[in-house]
């Protein structure tokens, strides 16, 4: 499966994350998905977008077991937030890739509850 949203090279990968690195992820993921919430269709689908490609980076670096299954959860949970948003505007095929993404990096978690909500 593709994934649209990575660009090879666009930043470089850190040599090591820690959880203070995944935390921030999941805050950005918040303060997006409330951008969303407020206003709506794709009002910051272009930052969701630039968001992913730099937190696939995080995947090449060096973690804690834990650190990098907290990592898919918040990857799953980022892909999801531009799934619904491509969904909601009528961007389907772009909807099915994101939540497809999603789904993987739910599974590699094996976080149910995320599998729930993207499904």
Known sequence: MGTPDFVPGADRAPRMIGLPDVERLEEDT?????????????????????RIA?????????????VQRRLHVALGDLYNLPGWMCFDVGLV?????HLAQALVFAGWSRNNSLVANVC
């Open 30 to 50: 918040d303060a997006l998905r409330l951008v969303d919430h407020r206003q709506g269709g794709d009002a910051c689908l272009g930052a969701v977008r630039a």
């Open 54 to 66: 730099k937190g696939r980076l995080m995947l090449d670096a060096s973690a804690a077991e834990y």
């Open 93 to 97: 095929g772009s909807a099915r890739v």
